[in-house]
């Protein structure tokens, strides 16, 4: 699931905590919907730029 629907390499994705982890998946199924897909990504991006910035992925 981090590989393939987040992206992520292994590393990072030893390195994640769960709530990390879970909540990338949540932020990443908000994106795939339907009804907000822009402001989903958004979010999205938002959230993984803090991760980022955290040195997570």
Do not use: C, Y
Not at 10 to 38: C, G, M, Q, V, Y
Request: proline share 7%; hydrophobic share 35%; no cysteine.
């Amino acid at each position: 699931m981090a590989s393939g629907l987040l992206g992520w390499p292994p590393n990072i994705f030893w390195k994640s905590t769960p709530h990390e982890f879970f909540a990338s998946l949540e932020e990443r199924t908000k994106s795939n919907s339907p009804n907000d897909k822009s402001e989903g990504e958004e979010d999205f991006a938002q959230f993984r730029a803090k991760l980022e910035r955290a040195n997570v992925i």
